[in-house]
T-cell receptor
Framework: NAGVMQNPRHLVRRRGQEARLRCSPM?????VYWYRQLPEEGLKFMVY????????ESGMPKERFSAEFPKEGPSILRIQQVVRGDSAAYFC?????????????FGNGTRLTVT | AQKITQTQPGMFVQEKEAVTLDCTYD???????LFWYKQPSSGEMIFLIY??????QNATEGRYSLNFQKARKSANLVISASQLGDSAMYFC?????????????FGKGTMLLVSP
């Protein structure tokens, strides 16, 4: 039973390039969450998606960041024109469509380095 | 106000001893869930234990137990018989349902170091 799959594991981009981070949720999970972790900090919520819908994007920066979860295929977190401050670990998590009782299952993260 | 507060940036414990990692939370939602995650140096996030707000008994999972004091809004993680492999960051987190859906809010974490 595969867990949450994130790729790539490491991503290096030069300032101004685009970064695309992919996440395939656990089988049977229709809810996807993206979190960002800066060095030596906790995880900060970015966006919550269901298939073809963005439910909550209150944690997403207003510019350059976007996320999607299409009907077919993985969820994508896209960062345009990356800057050094975007360097962080980006975690995707998934859960079944239940309320407060289910843990989120996390992928291994994508470590983005902007040079 | 912080929803999840972990006041211990770092904790040290000797192998085979027990250790308590503190967590307090803030919510007005009567229905919520509390979670602990472990993040070893390799970086992955590992779910450890869950406590529901209506659960009468403290949650236990092997060497992990959750000391849930609802009136004090605390949900401390107790690790019994510490092992060297327990050295990691530990995050307390909460899910609420006020908005009709729920995301997970994390504390800043506690770094635990287990010495031989």
């Amino acid at each position: 039973n595969a867990g949450v799959m994130q790729n790539p594991r490491h991503l290096v981009r030069r300032r101004g390039q685009e970064a695309r981070l992919r996440c395939s949720p656990m089988k049977g999970h229709s809810h996807v969450y993206w979190y960002r972790q800066l060095p030596e900090e906790g995880l900060k919520f970015m966006v919550y998606l269901q298939k073809e819908n963005i439910i909550d994007e209150s944690g997403m920066p207003k510019e350059r960041f976007s996320a999607e979860f299409p009907k077919e295929g993985p969820s994508i977190l896209r960062i345009q024109q990356v800057v050094r401050g975007d360097s962080a670990a980006y975690f995707c998590a998934s859960s079944p469509p239940t309320g407060t009782h289910s843990p989120l299952h996390f992928g291994n993260g994508t470590r983005l380095t902007v040079t | 106000a912080q929803k999840i507060t972990q006041t211990q940036p770092g904790m040290f414990v000797q192998e085979k001893e027990a250790v308590t990692l503190d967590c307090t939370y803030d919510t007005s939602d009567p229905s919520y869930g509390l979670f602990w995650y472990k993040q070893p140096s390799s970086g992955e996030m590992i779910f450890l234990i869950y406590q529901g707000s209506y659960d009468q008994q403290n949650a236990t999972e092997g060497r992990y137990s959750l000391n849930f004091q609802k009136a004090r809004k605390s949900a401390n993680l107790v690790i019994s018989a510490s092992q060297l492999g327990d050295s990691a960051m530990y995050f307390c987190a909460m899910r609420e349902s006020l908005s009709g859906y729920s995301t997970l809010t994390f504390g800043k974490g506690t770094m635990l170091l287990v010495s031989p």
